[in-house]
Every structure is written in C-alpha cells, then in structure tokens.
C-alpha cells in the first residue's frame, strides 16, 4: 500500500515537474458545456414560523441638546419593544 502511495506521488510530481518545464504543453481544444437539465415534479416544503411582534414607538424624555449653551428640552425618542411568540 506504501509503495503504491509512493508511486502516485512520485507520478504527480514528475507531471508537474514536466507541465512547469515546458517538456508537456497542455491546449484546450474543444469548450466545456453545462448539460441540459429538465425538472419535473416535486414539492416545496412548507413552513410554519412564528416571530416576535416588534412594537416601535415614541416617549417623551428630557435629554441634553446643544446649542451656544445647554438647555434641557423634551423631545420625541424612538422605542422598540419585542413581544414573544406564544
């Protein structure tokens, strides 16, 4: 089993060997082609998903706005709130 290993080895180096030293020239002389394929039949599987409600909302909090000075004014701030599925 060894030996046959050694072998392989030895044959893949001695290729490359010869493709890298220009003693084999390899050319393409026809362009591959994906085959044609026809699908028939079948089902797409089918899913229940239950998510999580997400609630977006607005509160009123008093935050820090700057101008030439600061002065405290309320405002209207985004809220997010998750509800779990039951």
Not at 36 to 47: C, D, H, N, T
Request: glycine share 6%; proline share 6%.
């Amino acid at each position: 089993m060894r030996a046959i290993l050694v072998l392989l080895v030895v044959v893949v180096l001695v290729a490359i060997a010869a493709i890298s030293l220009g003693y084999v020239d390899v050319s393409q002389t026809r362009t591959a082609s994906l085959p044609s394929v026809e699908v028939k039949g079948g089902q797409a599987p089918a899913y229940d998903v239950r998510t999580a409600n997400v609630i977006v909302g607005q509160k009123e909090q008093v935050v820090k706005v700057p101008t030439v000075g600061q002065k405290n004014e309320v405002v209207q701030v985004p809220t997010v709130n998750m509800q779990k599925p039951q």
